[in-house]
């Protein structure tokens, strides 16, 4: 009689841990699908918009623009319309540009007055520039051969 209890017993006991091991898979297979739901409502909202610009400094956009501007000066242009209209005669001595005006000062020395206007009209020529005027001239008194020092402003259109 003792044996059949104890048998039993055993079987309540295996029935028992059988039935935990049933409810713990159960338990892990919810849990996947639950995961698996969430992932998929994530993935299916719509994704949101990228942030916001950063907002940049007045200060650094005008210095950020200003630098843009310089580096997209026609500098090529600039230089071979100076060259062709150079002659001998005439020194240049400085070439800047001032890509928001759109202006390009050139300082230059010439032998004479004949040379430096020789010069002027042969900029007025060039395609590139749009109005070539004289805005000071002097003449080199400590120089021997007293040259002409001049600066011309040269407007250039786009290229």
Not at 85 to 101: C, G, I, M, S, Y
Not at 127 to 140: M, Y
């Amino acid at each position: 009689m003792w044996a059949g209890a104890v048998l039993g017993l055993l079987l309540c006991g295996g029935a028992a841990l059988a039935g935990c091991q049933v409810f713990e898979q159960r338990q892990q297979r919810l849990a996947a699908i639950e995961r698996a739901a969430q992932r998929q409502a994530i993935q299916s909202q719509p994704k949101q918009a990228a942030k916001s610009a950063v907002q940049i400094p007045e200060a650094q956009a005008v210095f950020v623009n200003a630098a843009v501007l310089q580096l997209n000066l026609p500098w090529r242009d600039l230089q071979e319309a100076v060259a062709a209209a150079t002659p001998p005669a005439v020194a240049l001595l400085a070439l800047e540009p001032d890509a928001r005006k759109r202006v390009l000062k050139i300082s230059a020395e010439a032998r004479n007055s004949d040379d430096m206007i020789a010069y002027i009209q042969q900029l007025k020529e060039q395609e590139l520039f749009s109005g070539v005027q004289l805005v000071r001239h002097e003449i080199s008194q400590l120089d021997p051969n007293r040259p002409i020092r001049f600066q011309v402003e040269a407007g250039w259109s786009a290229p």
